[in-house]
Each structure stands twice: as C-alpha cells, then as structure tokens.
C-alpha cells in the first residue's frame, strides 16, 4: 500500500480555532487566495489563534480540502457557514462546493425549502444561475432573483405584461422575451433592470416580431421569433458576447391552407456533443395535435435531420448529451419516448418507455407534462403532480461503448413527489442548477427547492 508522505515539519501548520487545535498544511492554507484570512497566517511562527466556531471551520477547512462538502454540514444552517467563509475569505469555495452538479443525487431528492414570492402571479418561468446554484424567477411582470444561498437578491419590474422566456447568459444578465410583446430585451439586473438592448428579427420591417423560446451555446444566442400577424417564423443566431446578428434559421412562411408549414418553435437546446440546435414546436387543431423536431447545424444553416410529429406528438421534448437521446413525452399518452441520436435516420426513431398503448386522440393524458434531462437522468412531470426520474441500466461489460445501435436501451422509472392528484398542484416548470432541481405548480405562488439531505445544508 502506498501512503501518502507526512509533510515535513515546518510544512505543517496548527491553528487554534475557539480552543480546538487543527493541523494542516501551508499548501492547502495558500490555496484559500492572498486576499484571505487563512493564508496570512501561514508566515506566522507560533500556534495560530481564531476565535470563531470550531465546528464551522472543520466544514470549511474540509471543503479547502476536498472541494466537496462534508455529510455533516447538513446539521448546519447556510446563513452560519456563509457568515464564517465570508470571514476567513473563502466565500467562493462554499459557492463552488454548493453548486458542484457532481453533488446532485437524483435518487434521494427532498423537498427543501419553499421560495415565496411577492404578488399575485404565479411562476411563469424559471432560470438557474450560471453559477451558484441560484435562480431568477418570472411571474408576472416581475422578475425575483435570489442567489446562490436562496436570499432574495432583487425584483425589478419589466416592460412585459408577462414574461413567457428566460434565460441568464452571463452573471446578472438576462435574456427575457414575451409571446405578446416585441422584441428580446437584454436586462442588466446589477443596474437595477435596466435594459442594455433590444434585439429584434432583423428581416421584419413592417410589423413587430415576439419571442417565442430562448436559447443559447457557448458561442451564440439563439431567439425564436414570430411575426405580429402570426403568419411567418425565424430563429436569429446572435453573437454572444456582441449581441450582433450572425445568421438566420429555420425561417417558415405559412402557404395558403397549410398551417403546419409555420409553426413557431417554442423550445430551443443546444447539443453540445454534435454541435447542433435542437428546435421544436407544436400545433393544436381540430384534427389533432401536429409538430416537429428539428436539428441545425448553426455554421453552415442547414437542417440535418427533422422529426414530424403527428401520432402522439410531443407535449415537451428535451434532450440529453450525456445519454446522447431525444426525449418527449406524449400529449395523448402521457408517456416518455426516446429516440437515439445515432439513429434519427430511421422512419419512426421512438421507443416507448411507459406502457405502450394505443389511445383516443381525445384522451390526451399528457397535455400540460414537462420534460427536462439533467446529466445522466431524465426528469419528466407525471400525470399527477409528482415526478418520473428515468435513468438508463447499463448492461453488459463495456456499457454503451460496446451497444449497437439498432440495440433496444434500458431505462428504469423512479418516482417522487407525488400528492393528491390536483389541478392546482400540477407541475408547470422544471429546472435544474448545481445540486438543486427547482419546480414551478400551477396556482402557488412559490417555487420549490428539492435537493438530497445527504449533500445538502439546512436553508
């Protein structure tokens, strides 16, 4: 066995934290940053002195250490360990160890904590914080931010009568769009909302475009716009760091009767892994419910591949690079399909992964259903109120390394959260950041904060 070398002597360091002795090394004090507390006291001599919590900083001192944080911190409240780290100068390293998405345990989510909101309205939108494991929430006009230890940050009020799309592109800055407003606005949260910009469907002159979904890749910003009359659609390409126009996709016009020729899309993901712009979006008519499932390749605009929905299309659909899967869940069925990124070639590429029945078009039992993945699980708002988790079995030695693709993939459901089936407690948004899933209901005015006890701090 091989152990690690005891550190020399003078490398060692005590430090007196409250009459409690800690022993440490210089390296790991000096990895705390020049500005904090802790590495000044490595250049002194003697047992250092801190008259402060000793327990706190055993949970911090861990944390310095390990970059994770310790089972016991869950007995301690967010507000203490915050007080202490922001005492010592390591207030960054409790902010990473939080929102570490690597400390998420989708097999032992609880309920946490209830964030209230001001007013009336209820959620209409969510959005994680790049960092932090914070959120910033839309309901009505308003949107309410908190950080990442689930402060109330701010609430600014908007131009919008209500704001349909959300999203943080960087630290304090928002993209915000509405189905009954013009234009994406750009909104500075550090200046008290101010609106930085207002980006616009550039080949729309003569009547006013509205934001239909927002998303966007390391590189650009995608928008999905449709026009006043509702009789044309594009997705414009923006430059992220700039805002300027790059490019323009996925433009639809409708002709004559055909109304599923432009169906705005209303939900935008990119796929990292293939480089590719996920769109979509559906249409409700007499004869039923119609959509489709688009994938671009942004640099060259050209559309790889394309999905028709037309038997149990989608009522949400996501999909997950680390599965390298497309998921819905179906608006008649209410069941969650997959299909396989390596074979969208095929003419039907679904498998259903709930029981697979033929039902009336009239039933609709999916209708409302959200679907969000979350690295290696899919997260799916049930026909009740509670929730599908749904992770794949790997078998065999080699895993999907070794798996053909014509191969048919396991998935086993889990299932949380469930109440007495109401309307009223319906789930209307899920979103995910750091080791937080974050969930919206009909008619509550709140948004719940779910995340495992075992990894997580009392708040």
Same mark, same amino acid.
């Given at each position: ?33 020049? #500005? ?46 915050? #007080? ?173 009767? #055909?109304? #599923? ?49 037309t038997q149990d299309c989608f009522s949400d659909v996501t999909v997950s690079d680390n599965l390298s899967a497309v998921f819905k869940v179906g608006v008649t069925s209410g069941e ?124």
């Amino acid at each position: 066995m091989n152990f690690p070398t005891i550190p020399h002597e003078s490398n060692v360091v005590s430090i007196n934290v409250g009459g409690r002795i800690f022993q440490t090394t210089k390296q790991t004090l000096t990895l705390a940053g020049t #500005d904090s507390l802790l590495s000044r006291l490595v250049v002194t001599e003697s047992t250092r002195f801190v008259d402060r919590d000793p327990d706190l900083f055993s949970v911090l001192l861990y944390i310095l250490r390990t970059g994770n944080l310790p089972a016991r911190s869950r007995t301690f409240d967010v507000r203490d360990l915050i #007080d202490e780290s922001r005492y010592y100068g390591i207030e960054s390293f409790l902010i990473d160890s939080l929102s570490n998405s690597s400390q998420f345990e989708p097999f032992d989510l609880r309920r946490s904590r209830i964030l209230r909101l001001n007013g009336r309205d209820s959620p209409s939108t969510i959005s994680p914080t790049l960092i932090g494991g914070g959120l910033h929430v839309a309901h009505g006009s308003k949107i309410t931010s908190f950080d990442w230890s689930l402060r109330q940050k701010s609430t600014v009020l908007t131009n919008f009568s209500a704001v349909d799309s959300l999203l943080e592109i960087s630290p304090g800055v928002l993209a915000a769009g509405a189905t009954d407003f013009p234009g994406l606005q750009i909104i500075d949260l550090e200046n008290g909302g101010f609106v930085r910009t207002t980006l616009n469907w550039e080949k729309v002159a003569r009547s006013s475009s509205t934001v239909q979904a927002i998303g966007f890749s390391p590189e650009f910003l995608f928008a999905s716009f449709e026009s006043s009359r509702r009789n044309s659609n594009s997705i414009m390409v923006y430059d992220l760091s700039s805002l300027l126009p790059v490019s323009e996709i996925d433009h639809c016009e409708i002709y004559g009767a #055909d109304i #599923d020729s432009a169906i705005p899309s209303t939900k935008l993901r990119w796929i990292q892994s293939c480089n590719l712009l996920m769109v979509s979006g559906s249409h409700t008519s007499p004869s039923g419910v119609n959509g489709h499932i688009r994938f671009w390749d942004v640099r060259s605009r050209n559309m790889v591949w394309e999905i028709k929905e037309t038997q149990d299309c989608f009522s949400d659909v996501t999909v997950s690079d680390n599965l390298s899967a497309v998921f819905k869940v179906g608006v008649t069925s209410g069941e969650v399909s997959y299909a396989d990124l390596r074979s969208l070639g095929n003419k039907d590429p679904w498998v259903c992964l709930g029981e697979e029945k033929k039902r009336s078009l009239n039933e609709r039992r999916g209708v409302g259903c959200k679907i969000e993945s979350y690295g290696n699980h899919v997260f799916c708002s049930s026909k009740g109120s509670g929730v599908e988790l749904w992770t794949e079995v790997i078998t065999g030695l080699l895993g999907n390394a070794s798996r053909d693709v014509s191969e048919e993939r396991v998935f086993r459901k889990n299932s949380f959260g469930k109440s007495v089936d109401s309307g009223e407690n319906k789930i209307t948004g899920l979103a995910f950041g750091g080791n937080r899933m974050f969930v919206t209901r009909k008619d509550q005015q709140s948004v719940e904060v779910w995340q495992s006890p075992s990894r997580g701090i009392s708040i």
